[in-house]
Antibody
Framework: QLQLQESGPGLVKPSETLSLTCTVS??????????WGWIRQPPGKGLEWIGS???????NYSPSLKSRLTISVDTSNNQFSLKLRSVTAADTAVYYC?????????????WGQGTLVTVSS | DIQMTQSPSSLSASVGHTVTITCRAS??????LNWYQRKPGKAPKLLIY???SLQSGVPSRFSGSGSGTDFTLTLSSLQPEDFATYYC?????????FGQGTKLEIK
């Protein structure tokens, strides 16, 4: 059964870079059938798609975050990563990683448990 | 960007009853609409994809319908484990926006 697990610091200072890694187990990240995505949920708000990466390294980013965002893939370790630069309190959220179908349906399943990242000095 | 609007934002219902959640897209998305369930402290779970296709392992009391801009998620014969927050998500075009969520509570 495919499982995803987020890891990274739970506290990041304003203006610094938020870095998270998602480790995929029970399946290969190099499957041609899927992208690998990041989604977040700020406290009291809805879900927001951040961006996705294909095993080849091709990426697709949310326009609202594109200027600060890098998503990369490490096929040798079955992981993909998120780096969000110049963070502010507005970036405080639970961050989820998820598998995204590469068909035009673009659904996300399964998801990781999520990790809370707080931006504060 | 395609905006997704869910209604209601919250509702109360009793076990055994049927509820319907609606989701409206700001433009036509054909049938590229997915539904998720999220329980506190747990990972969101895909329930329905392509507007009406039930994800493997999801009970048949969940059903989805709609196309174009208007969609519904129906939960029949509510069970205690169904009380959660539900989200729609459009898969038609990037950015893949979600609705703001509908919190289903026990009456």
């Amino acid at each position: 059964q495919l499982q995803l697990q987020e890891s990274g610091p739970g506290l990041v200072k304003p203006s610094e870079t938020l870095s998270l890694t998602c480790t995929v187990s029970g399946g290969s990240i190099s499957s041609s059938s899927y992208y690998w995505g990041w989604i977040r949920q700020p406290p009291g708000k809805g879900l927001e798609w951040i961006g996705s990466v294909y095993y080849s390294g091709n990426t697709n980013y949310s326009p609202s975050l594109k200027s600060r965002l890098t998503i990369s893939v490490d096929t040798s370790n079955n992981q993909f990563s998120l780096k969000l630069r110049s963070v502010t309190a507005a970036d405080t959220a639970v961050y989820y990683c998820a598998r995204q179908t590469s068909t035009s349906l673009n659904w996300f399943d399964p998801w990781g448990q999520g990790t809370l990242v707080t931006v504060s000095s | 960007d395609i905006q997704m609007t869910q209604s209601p934002s919250s509702l109360s219902a009793s076990v055994g009853h049927t509820v319907t959640i609606t989701c409206r897209a700001s433009q036509s998305i054909s049938s590229y609409l997915n539904w998720y369930q999220r329980k506190p402290g747990k990972a969101p779970k895909l329930l329905i994809y392509a507007a009406s296709s039930l994800q493997s392992g999801v009970p048949s009391r969940f059903s989805g319908s709609g196309s174009g801009t208007d969609f519904t998620l129906t939960l029949s014969s509510l069970q205690p484990e169904d009380f959660a927050t539900y989200y729609c998500q459009q898969g038609y075009s990037s950015p893949y926006n979600f609705g703001q969520g509908t919190k289903l509570e026990i009456k």
